[in-house]
Protein backbone atom coordinates (compact mmCIF):
# COMPACT_ATOMS: atom_id res chain seq x y z
CA UNK A 1 0.00 0.00 0.00
CA UNK A 2 0.86 3.63 -0.78
CA UNK A 3 -0.69 6.70 0.62
CA UNK A 4 -0.09 9.88 -1.09
CA UNK A 5 -0.76 13.36 -0.11
CA UNK A 6 -0.43 16.38 -2.33
CA UNK A 7 0.10 19.82 -1.03
CA UNK A 8 1.43 23.25 -3.26
CA UNK A 9 -1.78 24.35 -5.10
CA UNK A 10 -3.27 27.93 -4.79
CA UNK A 11 -4.51 30.65 -6.47
CA UNK A 12 -2.05 32.46 -8.64
CA UNK A 13 -2.37 34.93 -11.76
CA UNK A 14 -1.46 33.95 -15.06
CA UNK A 15 2.08 34.12 -16.04
CA UNK A 16 3.03 32.68 -12.92
CA UNK A 17 4.31 29.65 -10.87
CA UNK A 18 3.55 27.03 -8.15
CA UNK A 19 5.33 23.92 -7.32
CA UNK A 20 3.12 20.92 -6.17
CA UNK A 21 4.22 18.30 -4.05
CA UNK A 22 3.14 14.68 -3.41
CA UNK A 23 4.22 12.93 -0.79
CA UNK A 24 4.38 9.08 -0.32
CA UNK A 25 4.12 7.12 2.59
CA UNK A 26 3.84 3.27 3.86
CA UNK A 27 5.76 1.47 0.48
CA UNK A 28 8.91 1.23 -1.15
CA UNK A 29 8.46 4.89 -2.78
CA UNK A 30 11.36 4.32 -5.61
CA UNK A 31 9.77 1.26 -7.05
CA UNK A 32 7.24 3.21 -8.29
CA UNK A 33 6.69 5.46 -11.45
CA UNK A 34 5.07 8.56 -10.24
CA UNK A 35 3.13 10.77 -12.37
CA UNK A 36 0.29 13.68 -12.43
CA UNK A 37 -3.13 14.14 -13.40
CA UNK A 38 -5.43 16.89 -13.30
CA UNK A 39 -9.10 17.60 -13.99
CA UNK A 40 -11.86 19.58 -14.43
CA UNK A 41 -15.43 19.78 -13.66
CA UNK A 42 -16.75 17.64 -15.97
CA UNK A 43 -14.42 15.97 -17.92
CA UNK A 44 -12.06 13.56 -17.51
CA UNK A 45 -8.88 13.52 -15.49
CA UNK A 46 -6.00 13.88 -18.37
CA UNK A 47 -2.51 13.24 -18.07
CA UNK A 48 0.05 15.68 -17.51
CA UNK A 49 3.52 13.98 -16.36
CA UNK A 50 5.36 10.88 -15.26
CA UNK A 51 8.95 10.35 -13.99
CA UNK A 52 10.21 6.88 -13.83
CA UNK A 53 12.12 5.52 -10.42
CA UNK A 54 15.56 6.82 -11.74
CA UNK A 55 14.31 10.33 -13.25
CA UNK A 56 15.69 9.10 -16.80
CA UNK A 57 12.57 8.69 -18.20
CA UNK A 58 9.94 11.51 -17.93
CA UNK A 59 7.01 12.62 -20.40
CA UNK A 60 4.53 15.99 -20.11
CA UNK A 61 1.27 16.75 -22.38
CA UNK A 62 1.73 18.85 -25.20
CA UNK A 63 -0.05 21.19 -23.12
CA UNK A 64 2.42 21.58 -20.73
CA UNK A 65 5.84 20.68 -22.55
CA UNK A 66 8.26 23.30 -21.60
CA UNK A 67 6.42 24.94 -18.84
CA UNK A 68 6.19 22.07 -16.53
CA UNK A 69 8.94 19.88 -14.97
CA UNK A 70 8.34 16.94 -13.04
CA UNK A 71 11.11 15.52 -10.55
CA UNK A 72 11.58 13.47 -7.71
CA UNK A 73 13.44 13.10 -4.57
CA UNK A 74 13.71 8.93 -3.66
CA UNK A 75 15.66 10.04 -0.37
CA UNK A 76 12.49 12.16 0.74
CA UNK A 77 9.68 10.22 -0.72
CA UNK A 78 8.69 12.92 -2.40
CA UNK A 79 7.49 13.62 -6.32
CA UNK A 80 7.05 17.52 -7.56
CA UNK A 81 5.61 19.88 -10.47
CA UNK A 82 7.29 22.93 -11.02
CA UNK A 83 4.32 24.95 -12.64
CA UNK A 84 6.11 27.92 -14.60
CA UNK A 85 4.03 30.29 -17.22
CA UNK A 86 0.41 29.19 -15.64
CA UNK A 87 -2.19 29.76 -17.74
CA UNK A 88 -6.51 29.74 -17.19
CA UNK A 89 -6.66 26.63 -18.79
CA UNK A 90 -4.12 24.67 -16.25
CA UNK A 91 -6.55 25.96 -13.35
CA UNK A 92 -7.80 22.00 -12.45
CA UNK A 93 -7.45 19.48 -9.31
CA UNK A 94 -3.92 18.19 -9.86
CA UNK A 95 -3.52 14.31 -8.70
CA UNK A 96 -0.30 12.66 -7.74
CA UNK A 97 -0.62 9.20 -8.69
CA UNK A 98 1.37 5.99 -8.49
CA UNK A 99 1.96 3.03 -10.85
CA UNK A 100 4.02 0.49 -11.67
CA UNK A 101 4.90 0.91 -15.48
CA UNK A 102 5.25 4.12 -17.81
CA UNK A 103 1.99 4.98 -18.66
CA UNK A 104 -0.50 7.82 -19.55
CA UNK A 105 -3.17 6.26 -18.78
CA UNK A 106 -5.38 6.72 -15.45
CA UNK A 107 -5.85 2.79 -15.67
CA UNK A 108 -1.76 2.83 -15.34
CA UNK A 109 -1.85 3.81 -12.28
CA UNK A 110 -2.82 2.18 -9.04
CA UNK A 111 -2.69 4.69 -5.99
CA UNK A 112 -3.90 8.32 -5.85
CA UNK A 113 -3.80 11.22 -3.80
CA UNK A 114 -6.60 13.22 -2.68
CA UNK A 115 -5.77 16.11 -5.21
CA UNK A 116 -4.52 19.74 -4.99
CA UNK A 117 -6.82 22.80 -6.24
CA UNK A 118 -4.86 25.04 -8.99
CA UNK A 119 -6.93 27.90 -9.77
CA UNK A 120 -5.18 30.57 -12.01
CA UNK A 121 -6.56 33.93 -12.88
CA UNK A 122 -6.22 36.16 -16.34
Known amino acids: QLQLVESGGGLVQAGGSLRLSCAAS????????MAWFRQTPGKEREFVSF????????DYADSVEGRFTISRGNTKNTVYLQMNDLKPEDAAIYYC???????????????WGQGTQVTVSS
Open 26 to 33: GSAFSNYV
Open 97 to 111: AAGYGRSRHVQGYTY
Open 51 to 58: INWSGGSI
